[in-house]
T-cell receptor, first 111, second 113 residues
Framework: DTGVSQDPRHKITKRGQNVTFRCDPI?????LYWYRQTLGQGPEFLTY????????KSRLLSDRFSAERPKGSFSTLEIQRTEQGDSAMYLC?????????FGSGTRLTVV | DQQVKQNSPSLSVQEGRISILNCDYT??????FLWYKKYPAEGPTFLIS?????DKNEDGRFTVFLNKSAKHLSLHIVPSQPGDSAVYFC????????????FGKGTKLSVIP
């Protein structure tokens, strides 16, 4: 098991474009989380899946954001009509019993 | 409303000495506390954790102390090494909920050779 994988590592996009990130969690982990980290801040919770069910969403997750976890395996996070304020590191983490493992993140830059 | 606070943005320590990183929290529902280490352009790496039923947990050079009455925890690194230079995040969650982590803003530790 190679841990939590995120793709791409970096993404530069023009304002108004749509972007999609992928996360592959540790295979036996049933819980998957998305966090966002901006400069000078700690990671902030965005959303959480238990198996394929999205059980919780932060108020930070505007209508332009959508996340899926089909079949309870990998997850995707899509941002529609990107804005400069969406520039951040997007982190995925998975856990079975509270022992979190984070991926290396996707650095999004909106120009 | 910041529920987990790390009031020192940075800390410099000589190699071989003790590093003490502090964290305060306000939410009484938190019952698990974790410390993560983060290098630029990488995800956080788990260091050590403590549950609210304990007041100390030790793992090699790393020790975490929890003072529930003061809602305060600290991470001690002894001896500090240059490779310890990174940003350290304190995080907490409630075991009764979704295990959603609430992070502090981090403390940048610089260990000077």
């Amino acid at each position: 098991d190679t841990g939590v994988s995120q793709d791409p590592r970096h993404k530069i996009t023009k304002r108004g474009q749509n972007v999609t990130f992928r996360c592959d969690p540790i295979s036996e982990h049933n819980r998957l989380y998305w966090y966002r980290q901006t400069l000078g801040q700690g990671p902030e919770f965005l959303t959480y899946f238990q198996n394929e069910a999205q059980l919780e969403k932060s108020r930070l997750l505007s209508d332009r954001f959508s996340a899926e976890r089909p079949k309870g395996s990998f997850s995707t996070l899509e941002i529609q009509r990107t804005e400069q304020g969406d520039s951040a590191m997007y982190l995925c983490a998975s856990t079975l019993d509270g022992g979190y493992t984070f991926g290396s993140g996707t650095r999004l830059t909106v120009v | 409303d910041q529920q987990v606070k790390q009031n020192s943005p940075s800390l410099s320590v000589q190699e071989g000495r003790i590093s003490i990183l502090n964290c305060d929290y306000t939410n009484s529902m938190f019952d698990y506390f974790l410390w993560y280490k983060k290098y630029p352009a990488e995800g956080p790496t788990f260091l050590i954790s403590i549950s609210s039923i304990k007041d100390k947990n030790e793992d090699g050079r790393f020790t975490v102390f929890l003072n529930k009455s003061a809602k305060h925890l600290s991470l001690h690194i002894v001896p500090s090494q240059p490779g310890d230079s990174a940003v350290y995040f304190c995080a907490a969650y409630s075991g009764a909920g979704s295990y959603q982590l609430t992070f502090g803003k981090g403390t940048k530790l610089s260990v000077i050779p």
